[in-house]
């Protein structure tokens, strides 16, 4: 059975970190890249990173460049978010999704339907 679950929301002051965590099952992991999307309330989804199948290539929005590193475990087939240096205009529900390119590389700013498999998100707010 199917399963992309994100972890590791949370409430956090500004300026502070959180490590979000996005494990997954019932697909091969390691032929997928995987991306973030995250929603605020009233905005559209908005794409903030992404990692390659083996984790050799990475992208970064720009609203997030710099402070948010993305990385992956395929032992654990697991993908991480590390965000430091948190902004109350980060706050939204954060998603990862898995994309089955058929090459080596990846793209943040994916149209939703490009997506293969979704999780359920996971809440982050950034307020004092």
């Known amino acids: 059975q199917l399963h992309v679950v994100e972890s590791g929301g949370g409430l956090v002051q500004p300026g502070g970190s959180l490590r979000l965590s996005c494990a997954a099952s019932g697909f091969t992991f390691r032929y997928y890249a995987i991306g973030w999307v995250r929603q605020a309330p009233g905005k559209e989804r908005e794409g903030v990173s992404c990692i390659s199948r083996t984790g050799g290539s990475t992208n970064y929005a720009d609203s997030v460049k710099g402070r948010f590193t993305i990385s992956r475990d395929n032992a654990k087939n697991t993908v991480y978010l590390q965000m430091n240096s948190l902004k109350p205009e980060d706050t939204a529900i954060y998603y990862c999704?898995?994309?089955?390119?058929?090459?080596?590389?990846?793209?943040?700013?994916?149209?939703?339907?490009?997506?293969?498999?979704w999780g359920q998100g996971t809440q982050v707010t950034v307020s004092s």
């Open positions: 999704a898995a994309d089955s390119v058929p090459l080596e590389g990846c793209s943040y700013d994916r149209q939703d339907y490009e997506y293969d498999y």
